[in-house]
Nanobody, 126 residues
């Protein structure tokens, strides 16, 4: 079965950086879109970033534009999220997701993603 595993979360200070990775396995798809979402305590899930198969099409949420960078290594079936200039508002559980219906583009709506990781905690202290 399809599995997505997020790694790299933890604690960072405001202004610092953290890197997340998401490895997908258990599927035979050769090209697909991937996305990152996050959910803060008591808030709705929020779009963070998404990337198409080739890596040419990148999408970012307004709150992370210019601070976060999404990338992928298709040889490893892995997507990455580099987070910099972190603020306490970036605190939450970060989820990666895979959309096997898209190839070159990627969606920002969570309901477009059928497969999700378990999520990983990111905490930014002030």
């Amino acid at each position: 079965q399809v599995q997505l595993e997020e790694l790299g979360g933890g604690l960072a200070q405001a202004g610092g950086s953290l890197n997340l990775s998401c490895a997908s396995s258990g599927h035979g798809y050769s090209s697909y879109a991937m996305g990152w979402f996050r959910q803060a305590l008591g808030k709705e899930r929020e779009f963070v970033a998404a990337i198409g198969w080739t890596g040419d099409n990148l999408y970012y949420g307004d709150s992370v534009q210019g601070r976060f960078t999404i990338s992928r290594d298709n040889s490893k079936n892995t997507a990455y999220l580099q987070m910099s200039r972190l603020t306490p508002e970036d605190t939450g559980i970060y989820y990666c997701a895979a959309d096997f219906t898209r190839r070159y583009s990627a969606a920002s709506e969570s309901d477009q993603y059928a497969y999700w990781g378990q999520g990983i905690q990111v905490t930014v202290s002030s």
